[in-house]
């Protein structure tokens, strides 16, 4: 067998198991708790792709509540219920919005460019509070009863829809990073000057990279508007931008995958938390971090590098 | 007429509160380049402490004047006690390491901090207004304004006195200068750096516990009080300059007048201001008023 | 003993076992317990005015149902879980409850926001739902029909029009009108409520003001200044927790409250610490009651429970979100025990929720009927008063009681709050 067969078999068996393997056996709660925690996962794909340029937003939550509720003034104003519409709207609302932006913000660095972003993130939060009537306030918009093509969007169908879309985006995003461009951001992290001395556009590598990490928090909103069924100003919050960073370092910034698992991770053990210690489930969630850092600063995905490495052809 | 002076005074009692609550942040940044997330529990520590010290001895009906000790005492035993534990025994650990991960550790003490709060004060609401309402109330340009606001402009002023004083007139000031210049040679010039450290961060401490201690009386304390001041304090040093006391001055009067400005004339803004002034000040210059560009090293 | 005696001691032995045992034994295929899943701010903000107090006081009303006997004979078993977060750990939580837990229903919520988000998720997983200290009249009003949805207590706009009412009563010649109220939906809806019914029932009164600080902002000073400054002659403010009593103690401070009126549509835990002079409300027949019902044994008792568990000073008032989850419970309560008599056994979701329709029952809060909504709303009456200074006791209590009847201060079935006002209460009975 080829390698390339062997990799494409390796492909649908895992697709097999997220895809069918896995509704079948764990419960329906957990189904959902996966589905949001791989739609969450992309805006955290975001945050990680930014930090391989050493670039740490504290505002994506941004472009995950202007997705989000691109698909919200759809649902309200044109009464649209097809979620691949939705989701298309969220994505050219999060391209829109970060190209805007990235115009502003790609010069920045460091403190800097998070505050910024941090500062937009606010504005945006303000005037999805403020405009009451245009946006719903802080009652937020319900996204009913969601279509796929035509077809009630149930919870499997809408787990199904979320995992593949994910990693459809992963992939994408992977291909990005072993591209020129990817490989210039992690060269910017490294040493920007020297990129420029190079006479390649460092301003150029950010704002796109920029551009691509808004718009996976914005397909990141649109999913989350889709599975929960209601949004509100609080997704563009800076605690959820808090979050978002939190679970990039918890899964670490090593692979594309790492979100993925960081973000399921996270909702796993902040849902426990509640559950064991609803008094106290920040001080579990600080306590927890604060493992992480000092013993498991690669994230968790660190984990793997300490598996023994198969050899490669 | 009349209305220039109200909202300017109502704009100075706004500034020399935002100034107090963000003091600290700033002196922090200046000093050890850490963002410290925990700031507004800091604040909420001191905040809650002054409150119940303040309530407890108003229960005994001694003097009122004495309470505003209290609120002092309060501030510098949360600083002394909180500052220290946590620069020596998670801060210090993480220098080596990059921006984030020092970020994330204050930001997961943070989440600690909100909690013990909750535990050993509850969720009760809590208004220890004795201070503010000692001082009573007097008469400027046809409204009635209450001392206590004044009184901290004043503390705000003398505290920014102070630290510029410090800064650039004791010893003390020199060896902070040289520290936050540059590390090493401080290092190589016999500069107990760690020691230097641990000071900057317990000041820097103590004065987020004075800001909450001493606008403690004004307001009702609850929990999650230390989020929004955490917010606000990072607009107002993002404007001012990271790291520059006088940036944090600036900072707060221009937000503190305009916000004023926005609830006579668009109250409508009230919610934006600070926001807006912020990310208009960062696009044209992004190191706030008074920041220092950081030199690239090749 | 006589054989007359004997044959009656039998006989009355057996009824009393017939009895006992009657109350003893739930019906066929009744559960082990009965799972409730009850969600309540424990952290943030709102815990303290509202989410701790009432999970609090559905605890121990669960407590004296199960030493009643449970519901319908099975014990019920509270499931406790925090309300904060944003929308999506609201809706897994929920699903959680329902799905892992696996909880008969759930009750709860005091963000408006939540009471709009479950409802559509309660419905798919026809969980029943009992929302319990949210405001919103939009639950009902807009959007489709929720079967599984129920509130048991009455939604805000009975704080707006009461409080109009009673500034209508209390200063009949009021001419200015200035609002102060948090920037965001209890805020805006609030005072679209108040200054819609004033402008309604006196048509010549001016808004002269509308002032939306932001949610804990906890610094008023410049909008204090301002009412100072425009001395309007009522303010109405539907602030609460913190920022009321951060507000009232920088008002007081500053003699706001001498220069004008200032009334408040919802209070509770916090009347101890607000400013003699001060319109209140407490958002339904809770704090504030006519004398009547302050008689009301089933209150009485609930307040007596609830100083011997939880303690209360002779100053203080529960909140009303206790009120409302003991009435979440007697409602539930009230509904299987309806259901169960119709079905014989032990009902199903759906057989609860068509008993639940249009239920009437007792309550530390009066009697309370769900007449709106579809028979899914319940409608209560408004309490208002001035608080006034007792000296003697060094308390704050009540004077000037005004209780405005339900059908006074809600909607009739079938029509929404707004219209309801804009047509000038076509309706009301008052």
Redesign the interface.
Known sequence: MTTRTRTVALLLIVALVLLVGLPLLL????I??LT?ASA?ALAVLGVVLL?RGKL?TFGHALYYAAGAYAGGMAVRYWGVHEALVLLALALVAGVAVSAILGL?VA??R???FA??N???S??LY??L??L?DVFG????I?I??PTLAGFRLS?LAMYELTIVITALLVYLTHRFFVSPLGYTLRAIRD????VEYMGVSVWRAVYVSYIIAGALAAVSGGL?AL??????P??A????S?EF??VA?LGGTGSVLAPVVGSVLF?FV??YA??LS??????T???V??LI??FL?GGVWSLTARLPRRSHR | MRLLLVVGLDGLTYASWLFLVSAGLTFTYGVLRV?NLAHGNLYALGAYLGATLVLHYAATGSTPALTYALLLIAALVIGAVVGPLIERF?LR??YS?D???Q???T??????L???V??VWGVTPIFADLPYTYLGRVRLGGVNYAWYPFLLAAIALAIGGLLWLVVTRTRLGKILTSVISDREVSLTLGINVPRVYTLAFTAGAVLAALGGALTAPMFSLVPGVG?DVL?TS??VI?IGG?GSIGGAALGSLLVGMARSFAVYKFP?LD??VI??I??LV??FR??GFFGEI?V?R? | MSRYARISALIALSGFCVLSGARAAPPAGAPSELKIGVVAF??GPASGPFGIPARNAAELWIDKINREGGIGGVKVVPV???EAG????V???F??L???EKVSAVMGYIS??NC??VP??AD?LKVLTILSDCG?D?VFEE??QHPYVFRTHAHTVIDGVGAARYVLAMKPDVKTIAGINQ????G?DSWEVFSRTMRKLKPDVEVVDAL?PKIFAGEYSAEISKLLVEKPDVVFTSFWGGDLVTFSGQAKARGLLEETTVVVNNTGSDIKDLAPGMLIGSRGPHSIVSAEMAKNPLRKEFISLYKQKYGLAPNEYIAHGSYHYVQALQGLRAAYEKAIKAAGKWPTSEQVAAAFEQIEFESPSGHIALAIGGGHQAIEPAGYAVIKFDSALGVNNFTQIRVFPAKCVNPPEGMKSLDWIDKGFPGAQC
Do not use: C
């Open positions: 419960p329906e709660w957990i959902f708790l949001v969450k930090l740490l502003l010069r920045y460091a403190v800097y505050l910024l941090l500062a937009f606010m504005v303000g005037m509070l403020k009451y306030g802080t009652d937020g319900g009913a009863e919870g040493n920007e000057v020297r989350i599975a929960v069924g209601h949004i509100t609080d997704l919050f800076w605690s959820q808090g960073v939190f370092i909702e902040r849902n509640f559950k609803p008094y106290t489930w920040q001080m969630l600080g306590i971090l604060l850092i000092f600063p | 963002l998670f650990r993480v390491r921006e984030e991960v970020l994330l550790l930001f997961s003490i943070s989440l600690i909100e909690d013990v909750k535990l989020a917010v990072f607009a993002a990271l409508e919610l934006f926001y807006l912020m990310a960062l696009l992004p190191q950081e690239r090749i | 424990l952290s406790f879980t925090d944003p929308a999506d750990k809706v897994t939580e699903r959680r329902a799905l892992d408006s926001a709009l988000a559509p998720v798919e919103t939009r959007g489709k920037d965001y939906a209890w805006r939306w």
